[in-house]
């Protein structure tokens, strides 16, 4: 009786691994990305982790993911490779209070990281907000299932970690752009978005947090941004080529869509879609008009105006100009802007020619020109 019983355990155990590795080769077989992306995010976490968090030891290590899409199994895997001593848990395989419960227990300068298929919802905990507020480092990547496939490939790409160019490049952007007394946007085909204004202290998400309370946030990293002084100093008309819309996605429309600006405010659209007008008819609505706020000068080369993804949150880190439409900005404030009545910050991106501050152009082929 007990060799039976043990000759069943045998072939159990045989059985269930013959699954697990037929499932293995299943996925493989039925995978858009290559295995050599794997080690590509292996590579670009790992520096990220070294260069831009600091992540080392005695601090721990926890990862929260879901195994929803290939691309949030192939970052969980780097991040096995890459900090294999740290916790890991399947967010659909436990209850939010026991993910909770062990940020609880995380100490200050302890890494949390979320690979997220959406976003991660554990009712009114604000996961971010409250791990900053606990002292704990935090990496976010979100909303992955909107980058299927090839865009997989661009995400893995856009987290590769370069301190020489984010730091160099970044804080000379800020220099000058605090230095500044005004600015030109050139989109081409005659289309200059003028800031008769200085500008706002420019703000960094280039990876280096030293002299700031929290560290890390929503990655892909790269941007330096602002906006003017003078809100209603802003004028003249830009080539828009991309536009978030009302689902967060990349909208491209067929020949860019060129917008007039009066005094910080859009006033026209050539060359509109319905989609584009749509948007601007639900600010109106809930706003009254149409401010142009931010200015954002996008540092990460692995996107591009020919290589994007899906995820505007994402592709905002495109090395270029971006623009926001809408009265909302968490961080300057106007006195003639509410915070209660601003509702809408829109990512809009402008075809990007040149880039002027004062005299002097600190943007050519496609890259910042400036150190």
Request: glycine residues 8%; contains cysteine.
């Amino acid at each position: 009786m007990k060799l039976l019983v043990g000759y069943f355990l045998i072939l159990y155990r045989s059985l269930r691994q013959y699954k697990e590795k037929a499932y293995l080769i299943m996925r493989a077989m039925t995978s858009s990305l290559p295995p050599s992306a794997t080690d590509t995010a292996e590579r670009n976490l790992r520096d990220t982790l070294t260069h831009a968090i600091e992540h080392r030891a005695p601090h721990a290590a926890l990862i929260v993911y879901d195994t929803r899409t290939e691309l949030n199994r192939v970052l969980t895997e780097a991040y096995r490779r890459v900090v294999p001593d740290a916790q890991f848990i399947d967010f659909d395989s436990v209850e939010p209070a026991a993910i909770l419960a062990i940020f609880e227990r995380m100490q200050a300068g302890d890494l949390v990281v979320l690979v997220q298929s959406s976003s991660f919802r554990m009712d009114a905990y604000r996961i971010r907000i409250e791990l900053f507020k606990r002292g704990l480092k935090v990496i976010e990547h979100v909303h992955l299932s909107r980058m299927p496939g090839e865009q997989g490939l661009h995400y893995i790409d856009a987290l590769a970690y370069d301190p020489s160019y984010y730091r160099g490049v970044g804080h000379a952007l800020k220099a000058r752009i605090d230095s500044a007394q005004q600015g030109v946007v050139d989109s081409g085909d005659g289309a200059r978005l003028v800031f008769a204004s200085p500008f706002e202290s420019a703000k960094l998400n280039i990876g280096d947090y030293s002299g700031m309370t929290n560290v890390g946030g929503q990655f892909p990293l790269g941007e330096v941004f602002t906006e003017a002084q003078d809100l209603e100093a802003v004028s003249g008309r830009a080539r828009i080529f991309v536009f978030g819309d009302t689902k967060f996605l990349v909208n491209r429309p067929q020949t860019p869509i060129t917008i007039i600006v009066e005094k910080g405010r859009v006033v026209g659209a050539e060359n509109s879609t319905p989609e584009f007008d749509n948007m601007l008819s639900i600010i109106r609505e809930h706003e009254g008009e149409v401010w142009l706020r931010e200015l954002g000068f996008g540092m990460n080369r692995a996107f591009s105006r020919d290589c994007m993804v899906d995820d505007i949150g994402t592709y905002e880190r495109m090395c270029g100009i971006h623009l926001s439409l809408g009265a909302k900005h968490g961080v300057y404030t106007k006195p003639q802007l509410k915070r209660k009545d601003a509702r809408f910050h829109i990512d809009v991106f402008a075809v990007t020619e040149g880039v002027y501050l004062d005299d002097q152009r600190v943007y050519q082929g496609g890259a910042w020109q400036i150190a």
